[in-house]
């Protein structure tokens, strides 16, 4: 048998082939290495992140418990089990809630909520949260909550359910709204008290009215035959007896303005006077009334001032309504004034408004009759019952404008009135 020598020569086969398996293990530690390097980065990245994430879920636990305890509002969370009424289990409170509820904390948790709550709300109200949670997640309703030293308290409850790990969870912010409640209590019974007033006020309005309507009626149905006897007798009588036909007819006369006054008045005070205006123009309506009064002011010497500015525009008023609060104030200077003064009317204008001013120099109003003098039915020593001057305020108003006084007494006064100018509202 012929055995023959390996050769082992540099270069040759067998050097060759006994080299290739130390490069493969070479080659294998190499990876090795790098590969327990890489897992060892990665283990090392992995908990570096794991530490940043408990640190950073460490301090969101902080932020929130710190939000959870220092909350105003009182805030319960409890474990469900179910949708019935005592299925809610407190597990955490925060400090609100235990001020809201007087327990400790000891004494809420692990108990349910309907303890928390007076009997009669326990199996309706409960039961129909707990299915509403069930269905909706969310709920939003009233209640009352009962206190340990037995107070109950109006209550707005917010509550919302989640799942943790499959556990279902309630989170239920609570509002005192006890104060509230007792403003809108006291709201309805003033409602109630003011609608009563109401009713009561209409009905005694009603009532004045009518007793004005007959009043006004029983005045003018023997005054209407007294003031067309008085035309007759003063057509047919001359000399003294003429004077006191005429006397009886102007009284008469002004008897009657007085009773329509009053029955104004009262649809006034009742809103239904009312107003139907037009274009006029207060130049021929100054002059129409100077005229008419012209017997007045003769009576007395007086003498009348009239002043218009140029170019005076027409004012939107009822003339009828605006001519008898004009008499009334010239009626009111004329009485006033002494034999021989002077009455001045002056009529401007600016861009918004049109004024009348009445001024005379007569025995002028006391300070205690100024603040009462447009009061209807207050008896002053300057305009008698008042009731010329009170319905005077209330057409001015209609007109929507202003009517005021200003006044020395024993020098005179003056009254301006303030009208909208170009105003058809």
């Given at each position: 048998?012929r055995?023959?020598?390996?050769?082992?020569?540099?270069?040759?086969?067998a050097?060759?082939?006994?080299?290739?398996?130390?490069?493969r293990?070479?080659?294998?530690?190499?990876?090795?290495?790098?590969?327990?390097?890489?897992?060892?980065?990665?283990?090392?990245?992995?908990?570096?992140?794991?530490?940043?994430?408990?640190?950073?879920?460490?301090?969101?636990?902080?932020?929130y418990?710190?939000?959870?305890?220092?909350s105003?509002?009182?805030?319960?969370?409890?474990?469900?089990?179910g949708?019935?009424?005592?299925?809610?289990?407190i597990?955490?409170?925060?400090?609100a809630?235990?001020?809201?509820?007087?327990?400790?904390?000891?004494?809420?948790?692990?108990?349910?909520?309907?303890?928390?709550?007076?009997?009669?709300?326990?199996?309706?109200?409960?039961?129909?949260?707990?299915?509403?949670?069930?269905?909706?997640?969310?709920?939003?309703?009233?209640?009352?909550?009962?206190?340990?030293?037995?107070?109950?308290?109006d209550?707005?409850?917010?509550?919302?359910?989640?799942?943790?790990?499959?556990?279902?969870?309630?989170?239920?912010?609570?509002?005192?709204?006890?104060?509230?409640?007792?403003?809108?209590?006291?709201?309805?019974?003033?409602?109630?008290?003011?609608?009563?007033?109401?009713?009561?006020?209409?009905?005694?309005?009603?009532?004045?009215?009518?007793?004005?309507?007959?009043?006004?009626?029983e005045?003018?149905?023997?005054?209407?035959p007294?003031?067309?006897?008085?035309?007759?007798?003063?057509?047919?009588?001359?000399?003294?007896?003429?004077?006191?036909?005429?006397?009886?007819?102007?009284?008469?006369?002004?008897?009657?303005a007085?009773?329509?006054?009053?029955y104004?008045?009262?649809?006034?005070?009742?809103?239904?006077?009312?107003?139907?205006?037009?274009?006029?123009?207060?130049?021929?309506?100054i002059?129409?009334?100077?005229?008419?009064?012209s017997?007045?002011?003769?009576?007395?010497?007086?003498?009348?001032?009239?002043?218009?500015?140029?170019?005076?525009?027409?004012?939107?008023a009822?003339?009828?309504r605006?001519?008898?609060?004009?008499?009334?104030?010239?009626?009111?200077?004329?009485?006033?004034?002494?034999?021989?003064?002077?009455?001045?009317?002056?009529c401007?204008?600016?861009?918004?408004?049109?004024?009348?001013?009445?001024?005379?120099?007569?025995t002028?109003?006391?300070?205690?009759?100024?603040?009462?003098?447009?009061?209807?039915?207050?008896?002053?020593?300057?305009d008698?019952?008042?009731?010329g001057?009170?319905?005077?305020?209330?057409?001015?108003e209609?007109?929507?404008?202003?009517?005021?006084?200003?006044?020395?007494?024993?020098?005179?006064?003056?009254?301006?009135?303030?009208?909208?100018?170009?105003?058809?509202?």
């Amino acid at each position: 048998m012929r055995i023959s020598k390996l050769n082992t020569s540099p270069g040759s086969t067998a050097e060759r082939h006994q080299t290739r398996p130390v490069s493969r293990l070479n080659s294998l530690a190499t990876k090795y290495k790098m590969t327990r390097r890489m897992i060892n980065l990665n283990l090392y990245r992995q908990n570096k992140e794991q530490k940043s994430q408990k640190l950073n879920c460490q301090k969101l636990y902080r932020k929130y418990k710190t939000i959870f305890d220092l909350s105003s509002d009182p805030i319960v969370i409890a474990e469900v089990k179910g949708t019935g009424p005592h299925d809610r289990m407190i597990v955490e409170i925060n400090e609100a809630a235990i001020k809201h509820f007087g327990y400790s904390r000891s004494e809420l948790l692990m108990h349910d909520t309907s303890f928390l709550h007076p009997p009669e709300e326990v199996d309706a109200l409960l039961s129909w949260v707990g299915t509403e949670m069930n269905k909706n997640h969310h709920v939003f309703f009233e209640a009352k909550h009962l206190r340990k030293d037995g107070n109950v308290l109006d209550v707005e409850i917010h509550a919302t359910q989640i799942a943790i790990d499959n556990s279902p969870i309630s989170i239920a912010v609570i509002r005192d709204i006890s104060e509230r409640k007792s403003l809108e209590k006291r709201a309805i019974k003033l409602h109630q008290a003011e609608q009563k007033f109401r009713i009561e006020l209409e009905s005694q309005i009603y009532q004045r009215t009518e007793f004005y309507k007959a009043l006004v009626h029983e005045l003018k149905t023997p005054l209407t035959p007294i003031v067309l006897n008085s035309e007759m007798l003063e057509d047919n009588l001359e000399g003294k007896h003429k004077k006191l036909a005429d006397n009886i007819k102007l009284s008469s006369l002004e008897l009657l303005a007085r009773i329509n006054e009053l029955y104004d008045m009262a649809k006034g005070e009742v809103g239904t006077l009312q107003i139907n205006r037009t274009w006029i123009s207060l130049f021929d309506l100054i002059n129409e009334i100077a005229s008419v009064l012209s017997p007045s002011l003769n009576s007395k010497q007086l003498r009348l001032h009239l002043f218009f500015r140029p170019h005076l525009p027409p004012v939107y008023a009822d003339q009828n309504r605006l001519k008898q609060v004009l008499v009334n104030l010239l009626n009111n200077a004329i009485t006033f004034s002494l034999p021989k003064n002077k009455i001045t009317m002056i009529c401007g204008f600016n861009q918004k408004y049109v004024t009348i001013e009445i001024m005379d120099e007569g025995t002028g109003i006391s300070e205690d009759d100024l603040h009462k003098l447009f009061k209807p039915y207050v008896l002053t020593k300057s305009d008698g019952l008042g009731l010329g001057l009170a319905l005077s305020k209330k057409i001015i108003e209609l007109h929507s404008g202003k009517i005021r006084v200003k006044s020395i007494k024993d020098t005179g006064s003056k009254f301006s009135i303030i009208l909208p100018a170009n105003n058809t509202d």
